[in-house]
């Protein structure tokens, strides 16, 4: 959750407030849309490849692949060209679902059904509670440093958040595969 509430609050400050001043000084507002859009697009893809690839340690895999969501954000402050953007939002919307599909597949492996929505509650709370903040920063940040420092600034707080959590060993030893008690799933 530690990751996820830094990793947040870098990525959807920098995309939701600093994409679309990119876009309005570049290539426009109405291709920003075909930026989210690939990322939606991302997102599918990911659920489909989730379907057959499913590795012993997805939650650490997944967990380190959202380093691949500093690339658009990282794009956006140094090359915000269409295709670039739209390359790097799909590539990060695929690292996006392969996570979370490890994700609540690990939760609905090891933590029994009875509690399962309180964990979710208290992940989801966890995860999205300075998103906020990021979107209250990255503005006067970008006002008084410029926008490319910024951007930049929140790719590396996504890589090293990513990167504290891929070094937590407990993470990367979390093991996904059959369900091990039916109380899980019941």
């Not at 739209?86 to 990060?92: D, N, Q, V, W, Y």
């Not at 492996?109 to 998103?131: C, N």
């Not at 070094?167 to 595969?177: K, N, P």
């Amino acid at each position: 959750m530690a990751q996820f509430a830094v990793l947040n609050a870098a990525f959807v400050g920098a995309t939701t407030v600093l994409g679309p001043v990119i876009a309005d000084a570049s290539f426009g507002r109405a291709a920003w849309g075909l930026v989210i859009a690939a990322q939606t697009a991302g997102l599918a893809i990911g659920a489909v490849v989730a379907l057959r690839w499913r590795p012993r340690h997805a939650v650490g895999i997944g967990v380190g692949l959202m380093a691949v969501t500093a690339i658009p954000v990282a794009a956006l402050g140094v090359l915000p060209a269409l295709p670039v953007l739209i390359a790097g939002f799909l590539l990060g919307g695929v690292a996006i679902e392969l996570f979370a599909i490890a994700w609540d597949h690990a939760l609905q492996t090891h933590i029994p059904r009875a509690a399962l929505s309180r964990v979710y509650s208290w992940d989801m709370l966890g995860s999205f509670i300075a998103i906020p903040l990021g979107e209250i920063l990255v503005g006067p940040l970008a006002d008084r440093f410029g926008t490319t420092p910024v951007l930049l600034g929140c790719a590396a707080v996504i890589l090293m958040a990513t990167g504290a959590a891929v070094a937590t060993r407990s993470v990367r030893t979390v093991q996904t595969g059959d369900l091990p008690h039916e109380d899980a799933t019941a």
